[in-house]
């Protein structure tokens, strides 16, 4: 079996990928729920012959599915969580299946299949041929909530593996370098004394007022932090009846920079302010650090693997229909939001394509901002990894939205996934051929880690 004849199977998979593709956009199941996608994936890789090893206790959703023997030993990274409130059919306007149910808004339906797909075509090629290396297929839980890998690391689950490929539903075809904000995510509890608002509030001490004024603080704080970073709370806990000077109130925070050491030092610095509203309030707060994740350590070796295999896997083509669909899923959106989002990944030429078609060269690829947060980034700081986007819901649409949700359960998200295995496989074919690449990957990361050491940010 060469390689276009790899590439060739993973075609001949379709229908099962699509089927799991679908199965996993029917049934979302947010962080920390995923039990039915994460059976569903063990159960389909077991009938092809990978063993399934179970992490422990807390991990109950997460899984390694392993094949083969010997080295390289490749991690294949798969996610399947959804996210709250985003439930919608496959529809051009807002139409949920379940009102304020869960759905697949960030496209980790497409993530897990298409991580799938690649796994068993490269388990038929160890097969057919004889050749030493071992396939990982890693189910990964609670990626929105930026924990499941955070804490898969912290339990040795990646031990072994010599380096680990991984991809993302987004709106361009592209060979990413650098990607993804390190990330602090801390609830802070302030805890004062209630009384009658009207009839005593001299003897009240407001916990309300304190997240208040934190959140103020907060907000002058983002005038002196690096451009890049980002603040965002939500109150959890405001109390309740008015006429109840709050005893308890609560927020919750993330804290994102470029590079953990930034966001560490913000953490910092909005912890004395959560200090100063208790002062101000007589008030006290307590806070727990709920998780952390990393910024992506970029590698270049596969990164450049990544893009080589982009181009000599064709990217999808797409049916009239295919094209209207996305057009009205765009004209959905606000224009001025669409030009905004489609500058994030490329120059605007004056057009209005729809559907992203081909590959961004490498040099346009360094200029796209991803600059949402991923547990992914843990993974590339213990050994190279790789990270590349497919075109999957139309240009300018923004994740974590109901035109994400409708676009990953369409033809058009599922054949983003048929691309994305198609490239994985072929970077695993390259990968268990050329010994020299796996070698080079590990020698850049070896250099990049010289003097940055991967601390694990979730607290003992």
Known sequence: ?????????????????????????????????????????????????????????????????????????????????????????????????????????????????????????????????????????????????????????????????????????????????????????????????????????????????????????????????????????????????????PEEAESWYYIRAPHRKDVESITERLLKIAQGAALMTETTVEHTVLGGCYHLLPNNVLCDLTYQNMLETSPPEYSEEELDFARAIQESLDPAMVEGEISKFMALDGTKPYVHQGVLVQEQAKSVVVSGSSDSGDVSWIMPMNLFLTASWPLGVPAHSWQATAASGSSLGIKSVYYAARIMAGMMYDLVNEPSLVEAAQEEFRERTKKAKYVSPLPN
Not at 79 to 102: C, F, H, I, M, R
Not at 128 to 138: A, K, L, P, S, V
Request: proline letters at 4%; glycine letters at 10%.
């Open 1 to 245: 079996m060469n390689k276009q004849e790899l590439i060739a199977y993973v075609d001949s998979l379709a229908d099962e990928i699509s089927q799991v593709c679908l199965d996993l956009w029917n049934n979302p199941e947010v962080s920390g729920a995923e039990q039915e996608s994460a059976n569903l994936l063990r159960k389909v890789l077991q009938k092809h012959g990978f063993s399934i090893i179970e992490i422990g206790e807390g991990l109950e959703h997460a899984f390694i599915a392993e094949y083969g023997s010997g080295a390289p030993v490749i991690a294949v990274l798969g996610e399947y969580d959804a996210l709250p409130g985003l439930s919608q059919t496959v529809d051009t306007k807002p139409n949920p299946v379940v009102k304020n149910g869960p759905g697949h808004g960030c496209g980790h339906n497409l993530l897990g299949a298409g991580s799938l797909g690649a796994a068993l075509a490269m388990k038929k090629y160890l097969e057919e041929t004889g050749r030493q290396g071992t396939i990982r297929f890693y189910g990964c839980p609670e990626e929105e909530f930026l924990i499941g890998k955070v804490k898969m690391v912290k339990a040795g689950a990646f031990e072994g593996c010599d380096l680990a490929l991984s991809w993302h539903p987004m709106n361009v075809n592209a060979a990413i370098e650098k990607a993804f904000l390190a990330n602090n995510s801390i609830k802070f509890k302030f805890h004062g004394i209630s009384a009658h608002a009207a009839q005593s509030p001299e003897s009240g001490r407001s916990a309300l007022d304190a997240v208040e004024l934190m959140n103020v603080g907060a907000n002058y704080l983002r005038e002196h932090i690096i451009d890049d970073a980002r603040l965002h709370y939500t109150i959890t806990n405001a109390g309740g009846s008015p006429n109840i000077i």
